[in-house]
């Protein structure tokens, strides 16, 4: 189980998601979290985004945590712990003073973070599917954050463990969708066809975290009576290290702030997605030799179909023309690996 994941404590003995695998070698979601750190970096448009504060799951790892200190400078940084008996571990690996462990479920530390005094990232980076609570978390988000501030949720959309095997996908994602009833009540019936696909699983996901969002916020809207509020979707990633994941996210802002979102340019980012087509991370397995082989024909690989052509002869045998697409379309986030005696 992972941190702040806020699944119910069992009695059982089942090890937890950071025992079973080291977050720090995880491609897809190496990737992930470069992309989210090259937009979050556009925000410093409508504020310097060192100034930012962030809030997330640093788990005992802090992956994210270091990556946002060092390239984005920020230096208020809030991880939220659920686990008491690990608040030790978890304290022990905290690899920076400006690091503040709050100890408890996300629903009742988030009530406690201070989202008046500077703009905000909220990354809710659960391992689970979509539940109830889940709502609680985002309603505190935009019923206080400030203009500018940006929003970002991870949930597990794997089927795969759905009990017994035998079900058709159909019938998998109507037992998923159907656990929990805060999740259930917020489908829309039209929703629900009677053949479903795993895309239209993942479509069903985002747009009621979607729709959740846009509530809350016209809620908000309603009892501002200085500032009206909107959110553009920025992130739809569905990657998968293990278990299948989506992440959907974007940035509040308000009327004041609009022509600054519009200057933040998100739109010449290849992987910003503001619908529900998603942007899929497949990480291909490539030596060095073949990774080094593939960039000498980037960026033009991306954008020239002669150059394109051209790598695609020259590899021929060698490299698989899906695996050379899959790396050119991630390949300046691609994660590079070595062993080091630290």
Same mark, same amino acid.
């Given at each position: 189980m992972k941190l702040a994941t806020n699944m119910a404590k069992s009695k059982d003995t089942k090890p937890r998601n950071d025992e079973l695998m080291n977050y720090l070698f995880r491609p897809a979601k190496n990737i992930e979290r470069k992309m989210l750190c090259e937009a979050m970096n556009r925000l410093s448009? *409508?504020? /310097?985004? &060192?100034? #930012?504060? #962030?809030?997330?799951f640093g788990s005992v790892y802090f992956a994210d945590f270091t990556l946002f200190h060092k390239q984005l400078g920020i230096q208020k940084l809030i991880s939220i712990e659920c686990e008491e008996d690990m608040e030790t571990r978890v304290r022990f690996n905290q690899p920076y003073s400006c690091i503040d462990v709050m100890p408890g479920w996300s629903y009742e530390m988030l009530p406690e973070v201070d989202w008046g005094s500077s703009k905000s990232i909220l990354w809710l /980076?659960?391992? %689970?599917? =979509?539940?109830? #609570?889940?709502?609680k978390d985002m309603a505190t988000f935009f019923q206080r954050a400030l203009s500018g501030s940006m929003f970002i949720i991870s949930v597990n959309v794997d089927l795969r463990d759905t009990q017994p095997s035998? +079900?058709?996908?159909?019938? +998998? *994602?109507?037992?998923? =969708?159907g656990k929990d009833i805060d999740v259930r009540k917020r489908i829309r019936s039209s929703s629900i066809k009677k053949e479903m696909t795993k895309n239209d699983y993942y479509s069903i996901i985002r747009s009621v975290i979607d729709n959740e969002v846009k509530e809350i916020i016209t809620e908000r !809207?309603?009892? %501002?009576?200085?500032?009206?509020? %909107? #959110?553009?979707?920025?992130?739809?990633f569905l990657y998968q290290d293990g278990q299948a994941m989506l992440t959907v996210g974007g940035v509040l802002f308000s009327e004041n702030d609009k022509e600054k979102i519009e200057r933040m340019n998100f739109k010449n980012l290849e992987f910003i997605v503001p619908d529900e087509k998603y942007f899929e991370i497949k990480v291909p397995h490539l030596t060095y030799r073949e990774i080094h082989a593939i960039d000498k024909h980037l960026p033009n690989f !991306? !954008? /020239?179909?002669?150059?394109?052509? &051209?790598?695609l002869k020259e590899l021929k045998g060698v490299v698989s023309d899906d695996a050379i697409h899959k790396y050119a379309k991630i390949y300046r986030y691609y994660p590079n690996y070595t062993e080091a005696n630290l």
């Open positions: 448009v *409508i504020s /310097d985004v &060192k100034h #930012y504060q #962030y809030v997330g /980076d659960y391992t %689970e599917t =979509l539940k109830g #609570y889940m709502f035998n +079900k058709t996908t159909t019938q +998998k *994602i109507v037992f998923k =969708l !809207n309603k009892l %501002e009576s200085k500032e009206r509020f %909107e #959110y553009k979707q920025l992130f739809n !991306n !954008n /020239d179909a002669e150059a394109r052509e &051209k790598a």
